[in-house]
Structures are given as C-alpha cells and as structure tokens.
C-alpha cells in the first residue's frame, strides 16, 4: 500500500502528503484526496490482497494487484471475485476523492480475457459523473505485462456522510 499525493504522484514513505499541491489546485480538491488516502490506509481487505495504490486524485485512481496461487480457481485462472474485488477497490478511491463518504450502490462487471497466476493486474478508475449523492464511475483492469483487458466494471456510488 502507497498512497498517492493529491497530484498523482506516489510518495515513498508509503504515507502520503499533500505538501507538493500547487496554488492553482482548486480548493477542497486536496482535503477530498486526504480523505480517500485515509480510507485507502484502514483498507485492511486491500491490503491483505496485495494492492497497491499506484495513482490517487480526484476522481481517479490506479489499483495494482498480483495475482497469486491463492487466488486461481478450479479452471487455473483468477477467480472472478478478486477481480470485481481489485476493481471496486479502486472504484473506491476515485468516488471518495471528493472528500464525502462514499459508499457502492451496485456494480456490474464484464470479464473479457483471464487473468492467470503471475500476472500482476492493474484497475484504472476514473468517476464519469457525479450529480447530487450519486455517481458513475468506470473502471478497467487490465493485465500489466500486455495491456490486455481482462475486465470492464462500471460502479454506482452514493454518498452518505461528509467525512469522519
């Protein structure tokens, strides 16, 4: 896990800051990456799964994951769960880099290709729209190695809280 700065840019120390925001950021955009930081930070499930935040700003965010013996099923490919799993994780990111609890209100997702042992997975998030608590955000996964898509998830958000 290695949060991003408000910028995109990944920040070593695995912590994260908003310290390089330039003055043309347009304000509250920093507290709402702050925000999706500190959630991405609790996310025990993430973590436990080997994914590693590689991109956050507002409204979008890049997942890696590799995909390991523990994860390929009965046919000798990713199961379908860690996929959906890889891809609402970054779904998460983006939605709640505005700054408001944002939870999943549904989620459809399309395999297209198999993921398979070794392959390292990458989900890009990006929100679509966003109109009163609810939004839309896209998301493709990826195989790093070929660019290959192995996935389309699309994500319907809905926020419930101002931050905690």
Known sequence: MTPADASGALDASGVGDASGIGDDVVEGVAD????ARRMWSDDEASRRLGMDAVVLERDHAVVRM???EDMVNGHD?????????????????ACNSRGALTVAAGADVTFTTPGRLGDV???DAQVRTAYG????TD???TREADGAVVAEFRGRS??????R
């Open 66 to 68: 590799p995909v390991r």
């Open 77 to 93: 490919i990713c199961h379908g769960g860690f996929i959906f799993t890889l891809a609402d994780s970054a779904f998460a990111l």
């Open 158 to 163: 809905r926020s419930v809280a101002q931050p």
């Open 121 to 123: 997975l990458v989900a």
């Open 32 to 35: 709402g990456v702050a925000f």
């Open 139 to 141: 998301v493709t996964v």
């Open 133 to 136: 608590r609810s939004g839309l």
